[in-house]
């Protein structure tokens, strides 16, 4: 149980243009889901908290208008990421939790290269 | 605020020697502890966890990892490690009672060589 997915795995774009990236959740209601930026060879820094059918809620720093985050239902959320620069370039991971849970459930992560 | 120290980036260690991962944290009130293990280009996967209760947590692939409050910390071990437990592991908290977002140590990786 406790399965989160994503997608896509692995996008490559050019600049200026946007991109959608859909997390999951497939066998549980997620009531809140996270986003997640990954640099290479650190640890994960929270971008945006979301609840279903709530706005996001963004960490300092983290661009609300670049960074779109959509939790339209129990399973699902977006992160658009809007005019794509290269220094977006990261590996993206959503996270998910239940009513109640303590953990969260991360997903396998989404690598973006913007040339 | 919490915070959570991961004081080793690398761990270098043979395949069926016993391994520690230390992780220590700072909070002014009671958290959550958690260990997560990430292998490569691939998203985190929970390892096990503490909420409450007894203070040794095990995982099903023979990590363990012991909540010590006094000197808050929340080390992982293992007694014999195999060559797929080489990945990143992170330690994380959060705050107990309502959920709470996680806050991360910056990682250890576990490197096990034959």
């Known amino acids: 149980g406790a399965v989160v997915s994503q997608h896509p795995s692995r996008v490559i774009c050019k600049s200026g243009t946007s991109v959608k990236i859909e997390c999951r959740s497939l066998?549980?209601?997620?009531?809140?889901m996270f986003w997640y930026r990954q640099f290479p060879k650190q640890s994960l820094m929270l971008m945006a908290t979301?609840?279903?059918?709530?706005?996001?809620?963004?960490e300092q720093g983290v661009e609300k208008d670049k960074f779109l985050i959509n939790h339209a239902s129990l399973t699902l959320s977006t992160l658009t990421v809007t005019s794509a620069h290269p220094e977006d370039s990261s590996f993206y991971i959503c996270?998910?939790?239940?009513?109640?849970?303590?953990?969260?459930?991360f997903g396998p992560g989404t690598r973006l290269l913007v040339l | 605020a919490q915070s959570v120290t991961q004081l080793d980036s690398q761990v270098p260690v043979f395949e069926e020697a016993p391994v520690e991962l230390r992780c220590n944290y700072s909070?002014?009130?009671?958290?959550?502890l958690f260990w997560y293990v990430q292998y490569p280009n691939q998203g985190l996967q929970l390892l096990l966890k503490?909420?409450?209760?007894?203070?040794l947590v095990e995982s099903i692939n023979g990590f363990e990892a012991e909540f010590n409050k006094s000197q808050t910390s929340f080390h992982l071990r293992k007694p014999s490690v195999h060559i797929s437990d080489t990945a990143e592991y992170f330690c994380?908290?959060?705050?107990?009672?309502?959920?709470?977002?996680?806050?991360f140590g910056k990682g250890t990786m576990l490197l096990v060589s034959p």
């Open positions: 979301s609840n279903e059918g709530s706005k996001a809620t963004y």
């Open positions: 909070s002014s009130v009671s958290v959550y």
């Open positions: 066998d549980f209601q997620a009531t809140t």
């Open positions: 996270s998910a939790t239940a009513r109640g849970a303590y953990a969260q459930y």
């Open positions: 503490y909420l409450s209760g007894s203070t």
């Open positions: 994380a908290v959060s705050l107990t009672g309502r959920y709470s977002t996680l806050t």
